[in-house]
């Protein structure tokens, strides 16, 4: 009994790694310590009422960008784990099996687990106050998204310490996710994690296109929505449509593990270049996914920053738009080496050399607006500007690689490593930071301190360049993505070492960052206007942060920057607003069923992952009773009268009531 219970605890929990069990105690450590502190401080009745039941748009926006700083911590070790590996040759820092993992989880958490829920976080703080709504249209499905993307991730991320993180690869190409390669539990935590928060993002994108379309303040016409908004709305439509690929693979995968189907095996019958046709169907629009809505925060900044409207309005909402479409087009770019024949080939290569003019076109509509402006460099456009550089130079190199004949040099080499991290983090990460700034006091009530900002502003992109630029020379020079370790005569030391250095750079970045927030909740100066950046979009046109409500009285929109002309109209006038007549206001009920259902899908997900049947079919009957309660309540809503709205805004306004 006593050999059988040992048997067990050591094929499920992961041991003989001394990184991994000090991975573990820190865990348990940090777990006991959020306990202490919950039940020392009398906090567990707040959580659950204030928190973990909300449906608020704007609480479910944070906890998703919570979430995306943690995820970025977890996705920003194994990246240095990864570099101390190739820092010098014949390095034997880490184990062959455990670098496999490493970069398979790197890439599945930076991409779904920080760039997602930075992005959701960000359409749900700021989407609903831009087109002056007070909420989004399904709050309750907006919780249910949320907590479905949490558990999913962390059903994924216990897998770094329980059974066993997965190690074929970010994308888990057939034959090495088979069981006949992966016969271990750790690709049944990569498919279950990311199909459980893949159902959260699928419901972001409905609930959200339904917002912009349903939701919009009274005479905002599409043609007049600000353009972050439009670059959601462009995202949603890629996100409803690629996202039902990658279910539909993930499915198909888990029935060749779970059951021994046969659709991407060659001995039954099957082929893995379907797998790897359908994971790029979803995966290269996921590209465009989390980097259109970086375009539409850096329009947003620069126009704010140069105190100008943007240039070429209509010109960048088709730009977005056809992006959108053409996203669909190009995911056989991912394998021109894979012999499709030469006819495919050249069509995608075509298609990916067309969607460069949409997104390179962007470039130019800023550096127009930016021309002649009154520019302010404060942190959020810093970030817009160290974009631009980058971004074009990842774009050049992706044209490069679009080039068939040119590809099958450049294929499966660090060259690509450099692409792919020049785009995404000069234009995902680089993005989102500036959004993260510059919405920052609408989300808290004042600003993150600048002077640390720009510290870690410069400890960024001093380090991504000396990061990444020297993967292009390794790339050209014959070495390979997943390389774990390699001998001093090949002569890619030097370059390595220098691109290690880069890496902690951008570590030593993050560090600032974390400093720069915890020095500015010490010492925070609050936001009294709302309008700390002189902005132009209606969410600078309320209290920060804003009320539970949003806008006691829906505003009239009549132009674009509806907030920047209404102050340029009260300015020229100088008469006083109107008095202001409050009616109550309808607002949804906070509801614990989202999070019960999501927990549930966690351990359901649980029990798929160890072939616990015991646990999964309970866990699945607890979601269909959660579902059939949820349909047989009624008392979901409820008002805010006129007074206490009356009450609220002048209390946000320093009037005393």
Known sequence: MLDTIKQFASEFFVTGDPLILGAQVSIGLSMVAMVFVLTYFRKWVWLWREWLTSVDHKRIGIMYIICSIMMLFRGGVDALLMRLQLAMPNSEFLQADHYNQIFTTHGVIMILFMAMPLMFGLFNIVVPLQIGARDVAYPFLNSLSFWMFFWGAMLFNVSFVIGGSPDAGWLSYPPLSEMSHSPGVGENFYIWGIQISGIGSLATGINFIVTILK?????????????????????????????????????????????????????????????????????????????????????????????????????????MLIISLLSFFTWAHHFFTMGSGANVNAFFAISTMLIAIPTGAKVFNWLFTMYRGKIRFTTPMMWTVAFIPCFVIGGMTGVLLSVAPADFQFHNSYFLIAHFHQVLIGGVAFGYFAGLYYWWPKMFGFKLNEHLGKWAFWLWNIGFYVCFMPQYFLGLDGMTRRTYTYSFDMGWGPLNLVSTVGGFLMGIGFIFQVWQIAHSIKFREPDVSGDPWDGRT????????????????????????????????????????????????????????????????????????????????????????????????????????????????????????
Not at 624 to 642: E, L, N
Request: contains cysteine.
């Open 215 to 319: 939701m919009r303040a009274p005479g905002m016409k599409l043609m007049k929505m600000p353009m972050f908004t439009w670059s959601v709305f462009s995202s949603c439509i890629m996100i409803i449509f690629a996202f039902p690929i990658l279910t539909v693979t993930l499915a198909l995968l888990f029935l060749d593990r779970f059951l021994g189907a046969h659709f991407f095996t060659l001995d039954g019958g099957g082929n893995p270049m379907m797998y790897i046709n359908l994971i790029w169907m979803w995966g290269h629009p996921e590209v465009y996914i989390v980097v259109v809505p970086a375009f539409g925060i850096f329009s947003e900044v620069v126009s704010t920053f140069s105190k100008k409207k943007l240039f070429g309005y209509k010109s960048m909402v088709f730009a």
């Open 538 to 657: 209606l969410e600078w046109s309320i209290p920060s942060p804003a009320p539970i409500y949003n806008f006691a009285v829906l505003p009239q929109v009549s132009e674009t920057d509806a907030w920047w002309e209404e102050k340029e109209r009260s300015a020229a006038s100088g008469k006083p607003s109107a008095p202001i007549v409050y009616e109550p206001i309808h607002m949804p009920k906070n509801s614990a069923i989202p999070f019960l259902i999501s927990a549930l899908w966690f351990f359901a997900g649980f029990g798929f992952v160890w072939d616990w049947m015991w646990l999964t079919i309970p866990a699945l009957i607890g979601v269909g009773i959660c579902m059939i309660a949820r349909s047989f309540s009624y008392d979901t809503d409820y008002y805010i009268p006129a007074d206490e709205v009356k009450r609220t805004e002048a209390a946000l306004k320093g009037a005393k009531v």
